[in-house]
């Protein structure tokens, strides 16, 4: 029988090696897409394990006392908008231990940085970057110690003297193996893997369901011909299980030629996959491997999904011998179709509404992901119930022939007009969620964008209770005023004495005293407030100083000390404005760095710098998302609208033979497509603004802003070309509709 169901077909003729080449391609796209994120699951794991040695503060390690104990120090650093790792090493003998991808500790006067740091240093000026590392280069970090070929490392030797006065420095006999319960001794950039596994699943999901669409929609390719066909071998005598396989065979050959060819295409474009930031930053392209239980159940399964989606594209066969002929009007969609969707939002509502989130991150990670994909569940599932309904509408306000004609067709049968869009509208349910979430924590955090002059301003501090110095070097301030583009600093001093200090209440039992800002440095920093008039000193709080927000008009409340006075007092922050360029901050910024080496310089915007490459890796997401799954889709409307055009070609004969005009049989073609894809579609964009608002209100307390006209541009480009394809197959009708239709149907 198998035999038999091969041999038919490849003698189908050229409509039947169209419509195998057809599943073959979507198939091959499906398993691409599908080990391409299969091998980025485990790419995340690899990463992750390659810096763990990062963490070797993170916890004492003198577990082995015949090893000369190594004095380390992990810190971050900056360089425009860019994150640094630096490890500051100091060895106590000859065999104190030795971190991954160095070959031996580096002396004091040298340094190791990774390839991407080494270059970045060659391509900078060196008062912007280089001169922050000491001496010389003494070579690169292998790729063993590095979680990315962007990753910038730099390993330094130090003597034990200088690097046992810095905050978080520990003597330790071993090297981190395994990641430790971190705090804020940890310094690698590790991605949750259970997260990014679940977010990688619901980006599989919506990459391969249009892919589905795609399969069983060629299946349905002259889906009447075939039905009529089966249903002659039923008259004959064959059983409904001969006609299930038969039915079955063609698209699972095709399934496994496109599956042997979606492996080929995976290993091609294993360089260009490892290109996207999926983290924030690129992976090595060994990093993205497959293992033999996921191999084994993409090569098995695909090709068995595509037999049963074949088995119910073609289903209506095996009722009976006369089953084609004797096909009746669906019966009515219930408005139970409504409850998936619903669900997904009201989970979210759940959280959102009534506050009751999980606690943890990862309870909070599986519980918002899994209320989105029960959304995207429940678009497919209630598009059909809303093509009948947006149909029906329709139908009693219009007596136009060819309106009527679709609107009716529709409300029979709104599965056969909501398939061939379902593909489109999850891809703006995508669009709008993830466009929605981003853009407004962009707003908010001011990461991407915001007010501009919080990121004019570089600042070095110390520890609350400790103070960064007594007095600040005449030279060094010389030094500052004297960079191009520098527009003012502000020495912020310690309070000691709680001068302004507020009286203790039950939300905050030990309110923190400001710190005292000379209002003469205070005119300089417009961007951080001013004094009232005749003030000498003002009591400001610190957090404005590294606040992502402007605070130019904000009056601080004058401080009870003389200027004098509260020049002699501790200095607890230095905050330098520049005019925003790159020269000006980071040559500043390495001027604190090596003024103070012990504390983190930061610009304002580096607050924000991590949290940029995340939305970074999410946007990339959104926009792999979109790219691979508007094309599928739209290859599978057309192929939909070209099916339903061969399908039925003999009523559109017949109609055409009794005088229907060509142009009312296009109408008719063009409403029964785009009625669907408009009305879902504005309910996927309404869903999606909706499930975004209410993550952003649960999650974050952020109120959901309106994005940018780019969204709405790409909304518009997205469905007019969705009607391009529509429009572009209705030439085809006067073709497939001539007078030799009606006589051969």
């Known amino acids: 029988m198998i035999a038999f169901a091969l041999r038919l077909a490849a003698s189908g003729g050229r409509q039947a090696v169209a419509r195998l080449m057809m599943i073959a391609a979507a198939v ?3 398993v691409g897409l599908l080990l391409s994120t299969f091998s980025s699951m485990n790419a995340v794991n690899r990463s992750n394990e390659r810096q763990v040695w990062l963490d070797t503060s993170a916890a004492s390690r003198t577990e082995q006392a015949s090893v000369d104990p190594l004095w380390w120090w992990g810190h971050r650093d900056y360089y425009d908008g860019k994150s640094l790792t630096e490890v500051d090493t100091a060895a106590t003998g000859s065999t104190s231990p030795v971190p991954p991808g160095l070959e031996h500790l580096p002396a004091p006067g040298e340094y190791y940085a990774s390839p991407a740091l080494a270059k970045l240093i060659r391509e900078t000026p060196a008062d912007r970057l ?8 003494a070579g690169t970090i292998g790729d063993a110690a590095l979680s990315s070929p962007d990753s910038l490392i730099a390993v330094i030797g130090r003597t034990p003297d200088q690097v046992k006065g810095a905050r978080g420095a520990r003597a330790v006999t071993t090297i981190a193996r395994t990641r430790p319960v971190c705090d804020s001794q940890c310094w690698d950039n590790a991605v949750r893997g259970d997260a990014m596994t679940l977010v990688l699943s619901v980006v599989a999901g919506a990459l391969i ?9 060629a299946t349905r390719l002259s889906a009447a011909t075939r039905e009529q066909r089966y249903a002659a071998m039923r008259l004959v005598g064959a059983t409904p299980r001969q006609v ?13 030629a496109g599956t042997a060819v979606g492996f080929g295409l995976y290993f091609a474009l294993r360089p260009v996959v490892a290109t996207v930031p999926f983290t924030g930053q690129r992976f090595f392209t060994a990093d993205l491997t497959l293992t033999g239980l996921q191999a084994l159940g993409v090569a098995l399964g695909v090709p068995v999904a595509a037999a049963i989606a074949a088995r119910l594209a073609l289903r209506r066969v095996t009722i009976s011998p006369l089953g084609v002929t004797r096909r009746v009007t669906p019966r009515p969609l219930r408005a139970w179709r409504l409850v998936p969707l619903l669900a997904g939002l009201g989970e979210l509502a759940y959280f ?7 606690p943890t991150s990862n ?4 519980a918002y992901l899994t209320g989105f994909l029960v959304v995207m569940l429940g678009l497919v599932i209630a598009g059909p119930w809303l093509t009948m309904a947006a149909s029906r509408a329709v139908a009693r306000r219009t007596s136009r022939p060819g309106t009527l004609i679709a609107v009716r067709r529709l409300a029979d049968d709104p599965k056969a007009g909501f398939r061939a869009v379902s593909g489109l509208v999850l891809a703006l349910f995508v669009t709008t969620a993830t466009v929605s979430i981003i853009g407004t924590i962009n707003h908010y955090r001011g990461t991407l964008s915001g007010d501009p ?11 609350f209770d400790k103070p960064l110095t007594g007095t600040v070097p005449t030279r060094l301030l010389t030094e500052i005023r004297a960079t191009p583009g520098f527009r003012g600093v502000a020495v912020v001093h310690a309070n000691p004495g709680g001068i302004g200090k507020g009286p203790a209440t039950l939300h905050d039992p030990s309110p923190m005293a400001p710190s005292l800002v000379l209002c003469s440095d205070l005119a300089q920093t417009p961007v951080a407030g001013h004094c009232p008039a005749g003030a000498g000193v003002a009591a400001v709080q610190q957090y404005t100083f590294v606040s992502l927000t402007s605070s130019s008009r904000m009056q601080w409340p004058a401080a009870a000390i003389t200027p004098a006075k509260a020049a002699k007092l501790p200095v607890q922050m230095l905050y330098v404005t520049t005019d925003g360029s ?10 604190l760095t090596n003024a103070y080496p012990h504390y983190e310089t930061r610009a304002v915007g580096d607050w924000g710098t991590d949290l940029q490459q995340e939305l970074v890796g999410w946007r990339q997401l959104a926009d792999v998302v979109l790219l691979a799954t508007m094309p599928i889709a739209g290859c599978s409307l057309a192929v939909s609208v070209v099916a339903g055009l061969s399908d039925r070609r003999r009523p559109f004969a017949i109609l055409r033979l009794t005088g229907a005009p060509l142009r009312l049989l296009q109408r008719v073609i063009g409403l029964e497509t785009a009625l669907p894809l408009l009305a879902v579609a504005a309910t996927a964009i309404g869903t999606g603004f909706a499930a975004s608002a209410m993550f952003l209100q649960s999650q974050m307390h952020y109120g959901l802003l309106s994005p940018g006209m780019a969204y709405y541009a790409l909304v518009a480009l997205g469905l007019a070309t969705a009607l391009a394809i529509i429009a572009s197959t209705l030439p085809l009708l006067r073709r497939i509709t001539g007078p030799e239709a009606a006589r051969n149907g």
């Not at 309870?363 to 599986?366: E, M």
């Open 209 to 217: 369901f249009p892919v589905l669409i795609f399969i069983g929609t």
């Open 453 to 463: 002059q919080t990121r004019v301003a570089v600042e070095v501090s110390a520890d």
């Open 244 to 256: 299930s396989v038969i039915s079955a065979v063609e698209s699972t050959l095709a399934a496994v």
């Open 130 to 137: 280089g001169d922050r590392f000491p001496g010389r280069l």
């Open 352 to 358: 959102a509404f009534l506050g009751h989130r999980p």
């Open 582 to 591: 790159t020269a000006a901050m980071e040559r500043t910024r390495t001027l």
């Open 363 to 366: 309870g909070q990670v599986a």
């Open 28 to 30: 091959a796209i499906g």
